[in-house]
């Protein structure tokens, strides 16, 4: 059987840490939970009961215990 990838899971994270790089770009720190990640996956990050999800491609690296995305806000 297949293993999932982190695309596919449904699993619900929380946030470890908020990093500011500028007033409109952050770093967001996630426990990894051991999932297997291989350079270029992405995950579709949202808040939970709204319907808002977006894509975003993994800013860590694949020996990391954590996986972080850059978020950068755009109006």
Wanted: charged share 30%; hydrophobic share 35%.
């Amino acid at each position: 059987m297949k293993e999932k990838s982190i695309l596919e899971r449904k699993d619900h994270i929380k946030v470890q840490q908020i990093r500011n790089l500028t007033d409109s770009a952050y770093v967001l720190r996630f426990n990894r939970n051991r999932q297997p990640f291989v350079a270029g996956q992405h995950v579709i990050l949202g808040i939970k009961n709204e319907n808002n999800a977006r894509e975003y491609s993994v800013y860590s690296g694949e020996q990391d215990d954590y996986f972080e995305v850059l978020i950068k806000e755009v109006l």
